[in-house]
Every structure is written in structure tokens, then in C-alpha cells.
């Protein structure tokens, strides 16, 4: 899997209720929350964000409340991968369960800045900021959860009978 | 090599004879839970799995508290929608406005949770049921609903955290003020990853109520789960409210731990957490003046009747401070009930307090109690984020029940032992 786009860059602990705000969820409707992702933290959020563009994150990211909605809306903002040094481990299962990339690679967190073209090789673990030409090294999924992601999530999972 | 108490509940419950940490397995679920606001996500998957029912009619289980009773029509469609699905699936353990609590403290206090469980909740408090000694972990709704269906779920097996209890908690220092210490020491992350085991000469002393709350808020330093170790106290609280025959899991005396820290219970103080993070924690030398707008008691960390308890007496024959706002919330029916019977409502009604119907509500900026911009609560529960319970531009400092009375009668952030002119 390959991922390139910009980058949006935020810090540590980066909550879940920042993401999306416990006042809109009162709704399970992936545009709806995506119009609101990221409101209290960073307004400008929804108006750049394009298509393909990549989060990174120092640790900690998407800590708190087990809310799905949080990397629902991130994902149909049209974030194609998140990049952070830690994630809190709810959020960590959510994504993969959802089908959202994720990788922790506080190196590559460190080396890229606000704005710059980023490519990622999930395949080979390999993180290229294009902008610099910096190269970095990622831990690959293990089999378990890449066998989730390449079947498009754990429903498919089981709706396959991969998982009994 | 030795193992864990979480890393035997989780061997067993994925049939096998030993587990390490960082090792992925399937285990089988005694229980799965969702409320009003992660449910309808889970319903939603769980209708692509072409699935005719739930695994099993007693162990799947709903409770409406978030946004109940029904904020705004939108809230009313997500409650539908879960009513509706239990109806159809048969679900016998769903509890609606009228049977309802804060999940939490329902789940324990109705007998659906016993030692040696393996419980998943779309719900990141969800770990608050380590308290009985069962492993318990918040999941997302896509866990939720695949639980529903197939009674298994996937963990990654956690290393841990061992903490050592020892000494007495002295008085008017609660379960509440153990976890803004610890949290405070180690950090939002200090335990990410891991399991925070309790166990210790120092747990005799500490209540149900008490570990309930410390394990509620394991999360709250990143934690995977929370777990006490099963002693009589345990043992006479399952047994009380009706639960499943207790199975005892003891850690291995050689099993293996990242780290152990030692807390002496005597030293802890009434302890605050400042914005914007669980993880700022202070104790009343380093506390000046701080004015406040709300105060809020209940949630599933604090609205258990022990909470209602030390509150109302620190409460009883005095009046809320002028322009202070001062919302009790007892978790489940039956705390209401309880703490109706014992007068502890006339208490807070009496001292300008209003008494809400069971919710999370405030806690999470629902309803029943939103800040508005530049405001400042006390509350016990347990996050303190930005824009938690209302604007983004308001305040939130966890505390105690005790700290929150003590401040709801000065208009102040206080100290329960200066307050009740508490010698130390």
C-alpha cells in the first residue's frame, strides 16, 4: 500500500474529543462528521485539508474517549494516513478495524514539517519526505493485523469467515 | 516465565496454557457492551455481517446514559435505533431511561460483570470492571459489533505495571485522589500499552467504591486495562449483587512486570487535576486562589453512593457559594433511590445543589451542564480536555467528591480538610 500526500502537522496528546467534539455525535454520518473534524483544535482543518493528505502527530495521538467517530472523520476528511509518534491504544485498534492507515514512526515525526510532500511505502516500511528527500524506516504491521487490513477491515474479516 | 493476572484471564479465555506479552490472540467475550452513542456505529457493521443474532442473548448488553434521556431528536433516533435492535436480537440486558445508569456503575451494581471475566465496551471507561478482578478494555464500535456476532475479540496480549499499595487512605482522601497522583507521576501515556495491576497489603483498606474509581480511570494513563487482585472484599461484592460464581486469577509470583511502583496510601492528599490534561496533577500547597462557576458530582468515576456520601457530609447545613452552579448526578436508580432514602438528597437540594436523573450529561459536554466560554467547574470526572464540557475557551479541574463539595461551599477549588477544619 502507498500513500503520498501533504502534510498536516500536530502535537502530543491530540484527544479524541478535539477530533470530534462530543456535541456532534449525535450522529453516525461519515460526511456530517467529517465537517467537523479536528473543530477544536484546529479550525482551518476542513477548509485545507485535500484528498490523500497525511496527519502527523507527536504521541499520544487520539487518546481519551473510545469514540469511533474520531477516526471515521479523519479518514472521510480524506486523511490517507496518519504518521505519529505514539497512539493511544483504542484509537490504534479503531483504525485498523475501520480500514484508516496508521503507522508510529517517531523518527519520520521528528524529520517532517507542516506542509511538506510525504510518500509512504507501507510494504516495505519506507517514509519519504519529497520535500526534503529524507528517507525513513518503519516496523511493518504484523501478520495478524496486515491479514485485517488487506481484507478491508475486520468486518470483512469475518463477513469472509477469515476470522471465526 | 510467569505471568501476569491480566495475561492468565486473557490465556484462558483463548485456550491457552500460557500467554506473553505482545503475542496476538482471539478470546472469547463474557460480555459485550455499547451505549447510545457507540451502539448505533456498531449496528450499523454488525447488519454487514449477514448474521440472524447476537453470540449470545445474555452477554451482549446496551445502556442509554449518554445522551439520555434524549437530548435532542437526533439522540432520540440513536436510542431507537438501539431499542430497536435489542427488540429484534432479543437482547435481554438493555436498560432504557427508568432502568438505566451511567454504565459503569450500572454494570457491577446489576451483577453482569464477576472475577475472572473478559468484557469488552464500546466505551474507553469500560476498564473500570478490573475492579472485580475481570479483565475489561474500552474498545470502538467496530470491536463491538464483531463481539456481538462472533463473542471473540482480538487483543494483543499487554505487559505491565505492578503497583504495590500500601498504608491507609486518611480521611476525606478517596480513590479519586490515588489516581490524580498516580496519573500525575506517570503521565497520559505512563501506562500506554500496558495493564496497571493493584495489589498490595494496602488494598484491604481500600472500599469497592474506591477501586472502581482507580480502575475507571486506568485509561486515563493510556492504559489497556486496570485490574485489583480478587480478595474478600471482591469476593463479598460479587457475591451481593448477584453475579456469576468468581473465578480468581493471581499473577504468577515469578511473572514479569516493566515496572513496579510503590504508592503508600497514607502520604496521598486531596489532589486536582488542572486543564488541559488528567496528567496536571497539584496538591493544595501548590493550589491558590481559584474561583469557580460549576461544580459537578457523578459520572462513572464518582456518582456512586459512597461519592453521594462524603459529599453530602461535607455539604450538610451549608449553603452553595454565591454564582456557583452545583449538579449532583447519582449514576444508577438505585444510588437514587439510596441516596433518597438516607436524606442525602434533602442535603444537596437543601444546600442549592439540583439533583439530576442519571446521565453521563456534563462529563462529556452532552447536556445538563455545558460551559460556556472563560467558565471554570470542578468536577469529578474524569477529562479534562479541551473543549470537554462546553466551550473551548472553559475549564475543567478533576477532583474528588470531597474537593468538589468542599469548593461548591466556598465558590472556590478547596481542600476538604480546610473546609471541614480537618486536622492532619
Keep these: 500500500m502507498k500513500y503520498e500526500g501533504k502534510v498536516i502537522k500536530y502535537g502530543d496528546n ?58 471515521i472523520a479523519i479518514k472521510a476528511s480524506g486523511i490517507s494516513l496518519v504518521i505519529a509518534k505514539s497512539f493511544a491504544r483504542i484509537f490504534y485498534r479503531n483504525s485498523i478495524n475501520i480500514g484508516l492507515a496508521i ?44 491479514k485485517i487490513i488487506e481484507n478491508g477491515g475486520l468486518i470483512n474479516s469475518i463477513a469472509e469467515g477469515i476470522i471465526k | 516465565m510467569g505471568m501476569t493476572m491480566t495475561q492468565k484471564i486473557l490465556a484462558g479465555h483463548a485456550g491457552l496454557e500460557t500467554v506473553q506479552a505482545g503475542q496476538l490472540i482471539l478470546a472469547s467475550l463474557d460480555l459485550v457492551l455499547g451505549n447510545d452513542i457507540t451502539s448505533p456505529v456498531a449496528i450499523k457493521e454488525f447488519s454487514k455481517l449477514n448474521k440472524d443474532g447476537v453470540f449470545d442473548k445474555e452477554k451482549v448488553t446496551m445502556v442509554m446514559d449518554h445522551f439520555a434521556p434524549n437530548k435532542d431528536i437526533k439522540a432520540a433516533e440513536q436510542c431507537k435505533m438501539c431499542r430497536d435492535f435489542c427488540g429484534e436480537k432479543e437482547v435481554v440486558h438493555f436498560y432504557d431511561v427508568g432502568k438505566m445508569g451511567i454504565e459503569h456503575a450500572l454494570l457491577p451494581e446489576q ?149 513496579v511502583i510503590d504508592i503508600n496510601l497514607s502520604e496521598i492528599e486531596p489532589t486536582v487535576s488542572f486543564p488541559h490534561l488528567p496528567e496536571n496533577a497539584k496538591t493544595f500547597k501548590e493550589i491558590g486562589d481559584i474561583k469557580i462557576n460549576q461544580v459537578v458530582i457523578g459520572s462513572c468515576t464518582n456518582g456512586r453512593l459512597e461519592d453521594l456520601q462524603e459529599s453530602a457530609e461535607i455539604m450538610k447545613g451549608k449553603k452553595c457559594a454565591d454564582g456557583v452552579r452545583v449538579i449532583v448526578i447519582p449514576a444508577t436508580q438505585k444510588i437514587y433511590l439510596e441516596a433518597m432514602e438516607q436524606g442525602l438528597l434533602k442535603i444537596f437540594i437543601e444546600s442549592g445543589a439540583v439533583v439530576s436523573t442519571p446521565t453521563c450529561g456534563p462529563c462529556l459536554g452532552g ?40 469548593s461548591a461551599i466556598t465558590g472556590k477549588i478547596s481542600s476538604p480538610w480546610e473546609v471541614m477544619n480537618y486536622e492532619v
Design chain 1, 14 to 71: 491530540v484527544d479524541t474529543d478535539v477530533i470530534i467534539p462530543a456535541r456532534y455525535l449525535n450522529t453516525s454520518d461519515h460526511a456530517e462528521l467529517a465537517s467537523h473534524c479536528m473543530e477544536d483544535l484546529d479550525k482551518t482543518f476542513v477548509t485545507r485539508v485535500q484528498q490523500g493528505d497525511i496527519i502527523t502527530a507527536g504521541f499520544n495521538f487520539g487518546c481519551g474517549s473510545s469514540r469511533e467517530h474520531a477516526p
Design chain 1, 103 to 146: 503507522v508510529e514512526c517517531p523518527e519520520a515525526v521528528a524529520g517532517i514539517s507542516e506542509g511538506d510532500k510525504v510518500e509512504a511505502d507501507m510494504d516495505n516500511g519506507i517514509i519519504r519526505n519529497l520535500t526534503t528527500g529524507k528517507e525513513y524506516k518503519t516496523a511493518p504491521f504484523p501478520e495478524f493485523v496486515q
Design chain 2, 111 to 259: 451483577g453482569l460483570v464477576t472475577s475472572g471475566n473478559v468484557v469488552i465496551g464500546a466505551d474507553s471507561h469500560t476498564c473500570t470492571y478490573g475492579a472485580l478482578g475481570a479483565f475489561s478494555t474500552g474498545v470502538g464500535s467496530t470491536d463491538m459489533a464483531c463481539g456481538m456476532a462472533i463473542g471473540k475479540a482480538w487483543f494483543k496480549v499487554p505487559s505491565a505495571i505492578k503497583f504495590n499499595l500500601t498504608g491507609k487512605l486518611r480521611k476525606y482522601v478517596s480513590g479519586k485522589d490515588v489516581i490524580l497522583h498516580i496519573i500525575g507521576q506517570i503521565g497520559v501515556d505512563g501506562a500506554l500499552y500496558r495493564s496497571m495491576e493493584f495489589t498490595g497489603e494496602g488494598l484491604s483498606s481500600l472500599s469497592m467504591s474506591d477501586r472502581l474509581c482507580i480502575a475507571n480511570m486506568a485509561i486515563e494513563a493510556g492504559a489497556k486495562n486496570g485490574i485489583f487482585e480478587v480478595d474478600d472484599i471482591t469476593l463479598e461484592y460479587v457475591k451481593a449483587h448477584g453475579a456469576k460464581e468468581p473465578v480468581v486469577y493471581k499473577a504468577d509470583e515469578d511473572a514479569v512486570y516493566d515496572e
Design chain 2, 367 to 406: 447536556h445538563m451542564g455545558i460551559l460556556t466560554k472563560g467558565e471554570r467547574a470542578v468536577a469529578t470526572t474524569n477529562r479534562n480536555f479541551v473543549g470537554r464540557m462546553g466551550h473551548v475557551e472553559s475549564e475543567v479541574y478533576l477532583a474528588s467528591p470531597a474537593v468538589a463539595a468542599a
